[in-house]
């Protein structure tokens, strides 16, 4: 049984940081590439990051580079988000989620080329 599991979602003032956290279980974690998106209130679910199965190529969308990075642990089955610099326009529900084949590419913004989501951990970002 396949399990997607975020967390370390809150509420931090703007300029702050958050470590988000996705552990999965049931699929092959290790050779899998995973994706960071959120959905803010009333808006599209969009990508926000992705990386290859061995963490070596990383694609950010353009409005959280140099502010955000994502990593991971194979030993762990765990994706993290460290996001730094945080602003408002930053606040929504952040999702991790594991692409269905191939690797991060100029499609990997796509949510339709992902499945196994989690359910969400939600960032608040106040000013």
């Known amino acids: 049984q396949v399990q997607v599991v975020e967390s370390g979602g809150g509420l931090v003032q703007a300029g702050g940081s958050l470590r988000l956290s996705c552990t999965a279980s049931?699929?092959?974690?290790?050779?899998?590439?995973m994706g960071w998106f959120r959905q803010a209130a009333g808006k599209e679910r969009e990508g926000v990051s992705c990386?290859?199965?061995?963490?070596?190529?990383?694609y950010y969308t353009d409005s959280v580079k140099g502010r955000f990075t994502i990593s991971r642990d194979n030993t762990k089955n765990t994706l993290y988000l460290h996001m730094n610099s945080l602003k408002v326009e930053d606040t929504a529900i952040y999702y991790c989620?594991?692409?269905?084949?191939?690797?991060?590419?100029?499609?990997?913004?796509?949510?339709?080329?992902?499945?196994?989501w989690g359910q969400g951990t939600q960032v608040t970002v106040s000013s």
């Open positions: 989620a594991a692409r269905r084949y191939g690797s991060c590419s100029a499609s990997w913004s796509s949510s339709m080329d992902y499945h196994y």
């Open positions: 049931g699929f092959s974690f290790g050779d899998t590439p």
């Open positions: 990386i290859s199965w061995a963490g070596g190529t990383t």
